[in-house]
């Protein structure tokens, strides 16, 4: 296999292996090379293989991380499955931005390893922009890092029963006892609204410390749900809707307290100037470690799809 780091990826998040052939015979036959690939840089792209489209990305998956695919729970955003537990990239509008965030940071259990496959290309953008976020770590204020170390953040979701994705696509089901004693064990607390409507608030870190690398890493969802990162016609159009407390998602500090719009400005600034963008080619594999580099997605005009996978559950603190 080919390895160059002045290829698509640049900066630490910066391996990118060319080959031909299967892309499952190529892991197979490199896994440990390539899984010490992913530690030192955070990501790896596989590029000019025969991934074998979303069908092939479940084989990935298991010759990669030496298991099945995670099913996508707790859900935050619109998604459909594929097959299986390959299930398509945030179904958002195409003209939308999709803010920097790690997966499933706002959980008590994550994925450490994600996968994506790109099945068709953008015309134009498109791109799966990757921020290492130990870097955004280091270039935050400390005072500000200390103050979200202290306080923790809280993450406020909102489930209105005509507007965002129903709680019952989030927890996949409509049984109010299992979404109760899910509640429970994920330590979240649950409020049934008279509307039938739910709302459940979440206590977490800010700062994790990598279970592999020992880094500290700036790993959360506090900067994605907050109402400021939306599109400013988007935030401002659900402001006039729903009072805070009512949005679909917010985010404060972890006693309540509200997070200035100062901070958010920083935290954004961190996340953009710790990233990396490269153009998708179809058939490219990405695979990301989500305690080391956070991603987002760039509007784009085209056919762009890409499938999206994930594995080996973590709660590293």
Not at 171 to 194: E, I
Request: aromatic letters at 10%; hydrophobic letters at 35%; glycine letters at 8%.
């Amino acid at each position: 296999m080919t390895i160059t780091e002045t290829g698509p990826l640049r900066g630490s998040l910066a391996a990118c292996v060319t080959g031909s052939g299967p892309v499952r015979a190529h892991i197979d036959a490199h896994r440990r090379e390539l899984r010490e690939l992913l530690t030192e840089h955070g990501a790896v792209l596989l590029r000019g293989f025969d991934s074998g489209g979303a069908e092939g990305l479940d084989g990935t998956v298991r010759s990669f991380s030496g298991s099945a695919p995670l099913t996508y729970a707790e859900r935050s955003s619109p998604r459909s499955t594929i097959t299986g537990q390959v299930y398509t990239s945030t179904d958002y509008p195409a003209d939308e931005e999709i803010f920097l965030h790690n997966e499933n940071s706002y959980q008590a259990a994550w994925p450490l390893t994600l996968y994506f496959a790109c099945l068709a290309e953008a015309h134009t953008e498109g791109a799966t922009p990757l921020a290492d976020i130990r870097e955004v770590y280091r270039s935050l204020d400390p005072a500000l890092r200390e103050e979200f170390e202290r306080r923790g953040w809280r993450v406020v979701r909102n489930f209105h029963g005509d507007f965002g994705v129903p709680w019952q696509e989030t927890f996949s089901t409509s049984d109010r006892d299992r979404v109760a004693a899910y509640c429970r064990d994920k330590g979240l607390q649950v409020h049934w609204r008279p509307d039938g409507g739910l709302r459940t608030t979440a206590l977490r870190q800010a700062v994790h410390t990598h279970p592999v690398t020992g880094d500290r890493v700036w790993f959360n969802h506090a900067t994605f749900f907050h109402v400021t990162s939306l599109a400013p016609e988007v935030g401002e159009g659900l402001r006039e809707i729903f009072p805070d407390e009512d949005l679909p998602t917010n985010t404060y500090y972890g006693d309540g307290g509200v997070i200035p719009d100062s901070v958010m400005d920083e935290l954004r600034a961190a996340y953009r100037a710790a990233s990396t963008r490269f153009d998708w080619r179809l058939g490219d594999v990405l695979v990301v470690d989500n305690m080391r580099a956070a991603h987002g997605r760039e509007p784009f005009t085209g056919p762009r799809r890409i499938a999206v996978a994930m594995a080996e559950p973590s709660d590293a603190r």
